[in-house]
């Protein structure tokens, strides 16, 4: 405990907790929920232990009894607590009384989503801010209010030290450790989704070879549109028999309910004439360590392009790929505490594209440009400034993020920020 790193969802949660019953905490194994939640909790249920289960399934009122706040930890691994715990806040649960997490959609679903009565939170692997590697000097939170004001700092990371983060992951217990250690404990993980984790979501994999190679594909396209179709042929090149289209699905669905999934959904505005925008999502995988892991990329492989993997499946240098996932996985953690969304944007003949659009629930917007890139010129913001032609007053900002060392506004008005320098 007493090395816990604060994380933006601290704050969400201190907020939420303070006027609902019951909250949900989401997210992938590993990426910390048990630590911040336990740090609230008055009484623990740790549902992956058996004799927890079976405790509450032969006396589910001992959670209505238990000393509040109450965690329930897992609770995946019985589905009978969320429907207990719904019917507890329908008589009137108290303010902060349950906090739950899970790290998958559960097998068997709750006989009620719950909606209105247990709010859901997503935790995701940690920003950079929330790593301590650099003091954060432009907050997401003040550029959506359109203010505009300005951005200034200075970062000491550079290309190398950001190919370090990506390959160190996010999740706590596996960027403290060093070199072979941490690549081992990340082999390990991928191999547990695998091997026990399909099988638990009632999905029997019947060659495991054939997964694994769909995820390397799946890693291979991080941060790209490319087809479901496309990612199983370069999973399956050469082999005459492919697995029909209903297991890639399956793997598809499995690993979206692991939480280790999570595309960036194209966005779509409703209220200007931007009509001829494609849909397809771009392929995000929950940390983007699991695909360097996948594709077998330390930080020299990923600096050195000597990468293995189906080099189809990318358009681009990984390392850019990667780069923009790992910026991805910031704005995601800052735009959630800020009530906003993140979307890609590409026209369907692909002229223009922005790579990430940060919407406010009103449908203004930020834009975002990733650059794996040490300077900033006119060509890397010209998809900007026509998006800013385009939408008018509907743009509250506009932001390059690079490895550069400093934060800058230009003269045609779009800021210029190093990827560790964005927070909250």
Not at 177 to 204: K, N, T
Not at 296 to 302: C, F, N, S
Request: hydrophobic fraction near 45%; charge should be neutral; proline fraction near 6%.
């Amino acid at each position: 405990m007493s090395g816990y790193l604060r994380r933006v969802v601290d704050a969400e949660l201190d907020d939420l907790l303070t006027d609902l019953p019951a909250i949900t905490l989401d997210g992938p194994k590993g990426v910390g929920k048990t630590e911040t939640a336990v740090r609230r909790a008055k009484t623990v249920f740790a549902l992956d232990e058996a004799g927890q289960r079976e405790l509450l399934a032969a006396d589910p009122a001992r959670l209505e009894r238990a000393t509040s706040p109450v965690l329930v930890d897992e609770w995946q691994l019985h589905p009978p607590v969320w429907d207990v715990i719904r019917r507890a806040v329908d008589r009137g649960a108290e303010p902060g009384r349950y906090l739950l997490t899970g790290s998958a959609s559960p097998a068997d679903t709750p006989t009620h989503s719950g909606a209105g009565r247990i709010v859901r939170l997503r935790m995701r692997p940690m920003s950079l801010a929330e790593r301590g590697i650099a003091v954060p000097r432009v907050s997401l939170r003040a550029l959506l209010s359109g203010a505009r004001e300005p951005v200034e700092g200075t970062s000491d990371l550079d290309l190398e030290a950001y190919a370090e983060e990506i390959v160190r992951s996010g999740f706590p217990g596996i960027r403290r450790l060093s070199g072979r250690a941490r690549r081992a404990q990340l082999a390990g993980y991928l191999e547990r989704i695998v091997e026990r984790d399909f099988p638990e979501h009632g999905h029997l994999v019947r060659r495991p070879a054939t997964l694994r190679a769909w995820l390397a594909a799946y890693a291979a396209a991080t941060a790209t549109t490319t087809s479901y179709n496309a990612i199983l042929d370069a999973a399956t090149a050469g082999d005459s028999d492919k697995p029909a289209k209903t297991t890639t699905i399956a793997y598809r669905d499995v690993l979206s309910q692991l939480w280790l999934l999570e595309p960036v959904e194209a966005w779509l505005p409703t209220r200007n004439r931007l009509n001829r925008l494609a849909s397809a999502p771009k392929h995000q995988l929950a940390d983007p360590a699991l695909a360097a892991a996948l594709l077998g990329a330390d930080a020299p492989a990923l600096l050195d392009g000597a990468i293995k993997g189906p080099p189809q499946i990318r358009d681009g240098v990984l390392l850019g790929q990667l780069f923009e996932a790992l910026v991805t996985l910031d704005l995601r953690v800052y735009a959630q505490a800020a009530e906003a969304s993140v979307r890609h944007l590409r026209t369907r003949n692909g002229d223009h594209e922005v790579d990430l659009i940060v919407e406010r629930a009103d449908q203004r917007v930020l834009a975002f440009e990733v650059k794996l890139a040490s300077s900033v010129g006119d060509a890397d913001v010209k998809h900007l400034l026509w998006l800013k032609n385009q939408i008018g007053d509907d743009l509250l900002d506009a932001v390059v993020v690079y490895t550069g060392p400093e934060a800058y506004r230009r003269a045609d008005g779009i800021a210029v920020v190093p990827a560790a320098l964005l927070g909250p």
